[in-house]
């Protein structure tokens, strides 16, 4: 598949979160006038974690459109259930841990970890 734009439309896919198996994008999208697919790292990335409370803090304005967000992370949800409880986000987390849709929407990684921090 080509990489994602925006405005596109998805193929419908299942995923995990910390705390359901098995949820339906398309169920999830449901009640959304928009959804904005995220894709970060790791939960324990210190960048990544900095990216999760700056869209905590500024969720009320993504929700105030009828919009929603959903995280995709690289982790795995037993581990993050462990580390949070529901509720603790305003979003939903995706669980990826094999890549399947980092690879399927070709989100490849940084060249480095310079460049990942670099202001540009």
Same mark, same amino acid.
């Given at each position: 598949?080509?990489?994602?734009?925006?405005?596109?439309?998805?193929?419908?896919?299942?995923?995990?979160?910390?705390?359901? &198996?098995?949820?339906?994008?398309?169920?999830?999208?449901?009640?959304?006038?928009?959804?904005?697919?995220?894709?970060?790292?790791?939960?324990?990335?210190?960048?990544?974690?900095?990216?999760?409370?700056?869209?905590?803090?500024?969720?009320?304005?993504?929700?105030?459109?009828?919009?929603?967000?959903?995280?995709?992370?690289?982790?795995?949800?037993?581990?993050?259930?462990?580390?949070?409880?529901?509720?603790?986000?305003?979003?939903?987390?995706?669980?990826?841990?094999?890549?399947?849709?980092?690879?399927?929407?070709?989100?490849?990684?940084?060249? &480095?970890?310079?460049?990942?921090?670099?202001?540009?």
């Amino acid at each position: 598949m080509a990489k994602i734009e925006a405005g596109c439309k998805l193929a419908d896919f299942s995923f995990n979160t910390p705390f359901e &198996s098995d949820v339906k994008l398309s169920e999830k999208a449901k009640g959304a006038k928009k959804t904005i697919l995220l894709f970060l790292r790791y939960y324990g990335c210190t960048l990544c974690q900095y990216d999760i409370h700056q869209f905590t803090a500024q969720y009320d304005k993504i929700a105030a459109t009828g919009g929603q967000m959903l995280v995709v992370l690289q982790s795995d949800p037993a581990k993050l259930a462990g580390q949070m409880k529901p509720g603790d986000l305003p979003f939903d987390i995706v669980c990826d841990p094999e890549q399947k849709l980092y690879k399927k929407f070709e989100i490849a990684p940084a060249e &480095s970890k310079a460049k990942m921090a670099d202001l540009k």
